[in-house]
Each structure stands twice: as C-alpha cells, then as structure tokens.
C-alpha cells in the first residue's frame, strides 16, 4: 500500500482519496437502500450490491421481504460480511443480539436506548476499553414506531474529510489519545468499571480509520484543551448543520442497517401499543471485510 490517507503528514495520499470519497459518496438517503430477498441469504447481486455502498460510505441498508421476529437475521446477515465476533453486551439476549425496544421495568428501562427517548449523535461502544471496539454492525428493524423513530447516519470517514478540510489541527486533536474521558462508573456485568480516556479518531492495525464519540455531555468528559475544544465545537457544527453528507432514514419492518460503526442518531418515537417498536442489534469486534 502507498500511504495511508488518515496519516496527516501525507497529503498527497489524502487528496487523492478525498476526491474519490466525495465523488462516489451518495447523494440521497435512498441511495443506501438495496431490495433484498432474504437477508439471512442474499444473492451474489445483493451481496455486492450492499458491499459496494459499504465500500463508498461504510454504510448500506437492505429492505427485506421478511417481517418475522427472528433473531437469527441480522447475525446471518452479519456473518455474510464477515461480522462473527459478536459485542456479548451484558444487556443482550444470550446469543449476543440485543433487542431494542422500549423496556416498561427491569434495568434497561435506565438506559435510553431502551426508552423512547430520542439519542444524541455517537458511535456505538464509545466507553469500551481500546482493545474492544466496536467495528461493525447490524441494526435490523422487525417493526417500525407508531410516529418517529428516525434515525440520522454519518460516515464517519466524511466527518473526519470535513473537519480535515476545515483544518488538519482539529484531526490532530481529535486523535489525542487522551481525549475522552469516560468517568469511573458501575457496570452490573463488571461492577466498578475505572476511569479511561480514548481518543476520537483511530487507526486500527490494517490503517482503517476508527471514531469513538458521543455528543452526551453526562458520561464523558473531554480533555481540556483549546485545539479539542475547537474540533469538538466544528464537529457539533457539522452534525446540527444537516450537511448534504448526513443522512436520514426510518428503517421500516424488514429493513436494517449494516455498517461500520458510522456516526448515527435516532429520534424520540412514539409506540403504537399493538405493535410496538422492536429493532435487533448486533455489534461486532469486526469491520465488514
Ligand atoms: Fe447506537
């Protein structure tokens, strides 16, 4: 390989990676979209048609036929990608999927994913450890909310193109390896869980661009320092812009997003108490290869 665009000190390798990322980058939400048979078995077309978006923007959404609560989709959809190291999140269902939906008691209902509550901008698993990311995922939609429920995605190789071409220095804070604290906390799987920091933007072995973020002000806190401050403000501003490059969806009974960890949102909802929202979340240590 010759030269990695995320390496700051190349930008002639950046450049040209840049105007192929801008030039093949979707131009509408719909653009994601692939009509599928069933996820669990795609075709070769459907295969790479999803692979070709992933490879554009990391991202792709398939709208299947099939409407069943079967847990079982998004992980042989996964596997399909090469996504097998399953995120064992203490909160998932045994076989590591976890349900997403609104949890009236139990200790879910304290977390928001598990309300219907609308969730601020983030990466998933930005409170990990290093050394467990989360790379990919599969977030397939079984039934839809009564009203809202959307959810807003950005690749997160475009955030950090934007923000690079506002200027190199807000990438070079961003990847301080300091740069996010995630406060000591009490995790019922591991009980204290100590303090940890991270960076924003990372390199994973294979030079593959990695983000940890969350727009929560409550469970993190950043590294005081002016240049952080400043590409954590331009970055708010790319987010609550609603450039071009953000996209929103509301994936419907039988549509799923696959995915490497690109930055997403999702909006209050309101449940239809017939027919209530359910969602399957599979995370992976993997990226989709
Ligand atoms: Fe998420």
Redesign the pocket.
Known sequence: MNGNPFDLDDAATYQRWRERKLAEAPARADDLIVEVGDPRALSDAEHAALMARVRRCNMAIYAGARHDADGDIPRRLGAQFGLHRLDANWLAGEDGVSEIRVFADGTRRLYI?YTNRP?KW???GYYHPPEWQIRG?V?HCVRAAATGGENRLLDHEMAYLLLRDQDPAHIRALMQPDAMLIPERVDEKDGVRPAQSGPVFSLDGEGNLHMRYTARTRSIAWKPDVALQAAIVALERLLNLDTTQVFQVRLEAGMGLLCNNVL?D?AAFSDDPERRRLLY?ARYLDRIS
């Open positions: 994913p969730i983030h990466t998933d995922m977030l997403h999702r979340r």
